[in-house]
Nanobody, 123 residues
């Protein structure tokens, strides 16, 4: 099994930046793919970005060019650097252990989720 803890959320003005962290424990981190999801009030949870155990990356179209996902296997941590934030980025952000499909460059969620961290972007 694996445990996930998100951190780094907060309140920021439109155009500002935040960096989220997802710390993992309980299994070999270097062997896992990690995805960042977000859920706003009244909306379904959506995939934002994902990174494979080998460093392959995918993003949802709405954040391309603004968000960067990365991982540090020595620290068992995945990061989501968010810049040029918009009010529509406001949501609770969750990380997830899943599977990265290299042939399609897509990510499929697994059963392990963190508790989430709130990101609020004011306008």
């Amino acid at each position: 099994q694996v445990q996930l803890v998100e951190s780094g959320g907060g309140l920021v003005q439109a155009g500002g930046s935040l960096r989220l962290s997802c710390a993992a424990s309980g299994s070999t981190f270097s062997m896992t793919a990690i995805g960042w999801y977000r859920q706003a009030p009244g909306k379904q949870r959506e995939l934002v970005a994902a990174i494979s155990r080998l460093g392959s990356i995918t993003y949802v179209d709405s954040v391309k060019g603004r968000f960067t996902i990365s991982r540090d296997n020595t620290k068992n941590t995945v990061y989501l650097q968010m810049s040029s934030l918009k009010p529509e980025d406001t949501a609770v952000y969750y990380c997830n252990v899943g599977r990265y499909l290299a042939y399609s460059g897509s990510y499929r969620s697994g059963d392990y989720w963190g508790q989430g961290t709130q990101v609020t972007v004011s306008s």
